[in-house]
């Protein structure tokens, strides 16, 4: 069965102070690894995909990367509008389903 | 361009009741997928529609069950209500699904969810 377990469930920083969100999964026959962004009261809003071990995307302060095992999402410098729980969820080959993780919830004080 | 339309937003029911949630997907986008949000257990795979039918179901009983009309418009119903099916619904719709490939046809873009209360 597929699984997904994020860490940390919540994460406190101060505006400016770097981090990163883990995403370990378990799936056999990975297409795919997705990072979303949700909001509260909002639907998840797409980040990145990530398809083979050792790809490497960035999107403003974030950046996401990718391993056989995990996935992490690096924030650099973070600002209070960065707050938000950060989603991970794998696609397998066959399937037209994404299965999730319970998520990180970020918090970005000023 | 318009996003993923839910309706409605929120609705309270109280158990035994059935309700239909509503999904319009994104111009173009022939792929609609269904999720369930809960505390407990996160998001969960409900079913995804392409071109009217159901490719794939999450394991759910069957008293959820969807379609999808010809125009890509999606609908999902639940029958006999529980207190436990209390939840954010998500639609999410994309040009082909999770399998057309790393194009950008595979991202699934989500709508704001119907939040269901049961009583």
């Known amino acids: 069965e597929d699984q997904v377990t994020q860490s940390p469930e919540a994460l406190r920083l101060q505006e400016g102070e770097s981090s990163s969100l883990n995403c370990s999964y378990t799936?056999?026959?990975?297409?795919?690894l997705f990072w979303y962004r949700q909001d509260p009261g909002k639907g998840p809003e797409f980040l990145f995909t990530?398809?083979?071990a050792g790809e490497e995307k960035e999107k403003e302060r974030l950046k996401a990367t990718l391993t056989k095992k995990e996935s992490f999402l690096h924030i650099t410098a973070p600002k209070p509008e960065d707050s938000a729980t950060y989603l991970c969820?794998?696609?397998?080959?066959?399937?037209?389903?994404?299965?999730f993780g319970k998520g990180t919830k970020l918090t970005v004080n000023p | 361009k318009a996003g993923v339309t839910q309706t409605p937003r929120y609705l309270i029911k109280t158990r035994g009741q059935q309700v239909t949630l509503s999904c319009s997907p994104i111009?173009?986008?022939?792929?609609v997928s269904w999720y369930q949000q809960t505390p407990g257990q996160g998001l969960q795979f409900l079913f995804e529609?392409?071109?009217?039918?159901?490719?794939n179901k999450g394991n759910f009983p069957g008293r959820f069950s969807g379609r999808q009309f010809s125009n890509s418009r999606s609908e999902m119903n639940v029958s006999t209500l529980e207190l436990g099916d209390s939840a954010l619904y998500l639609c999410?719709?994309?040009?082909?699904?999770?399998?057309?490939?790393?194009?950008?046809?595979?991202?699934?873009?989500f709508g704001a969810g119907s939040r269901l209360t049961v009583l």
């Open positions: 969820a794998v696609h397998r080959g066959g399937s037209e389903k994404l299965v």
């Open positions: 999410a719709s994309s040009l082909q699904g999770l399998a057309g490939g790393d194009s950008g046809a595979n991202v699934l873009t």
């Open positions: 799936v056999s026959g990975l297409r795919g």
């Open positions: 111009s173009g986008h022939r792929s």
């Open positions: 529609y392409f071109s009217e039918t159901q490719r």
């Open positions: 990530l398809y083979s």
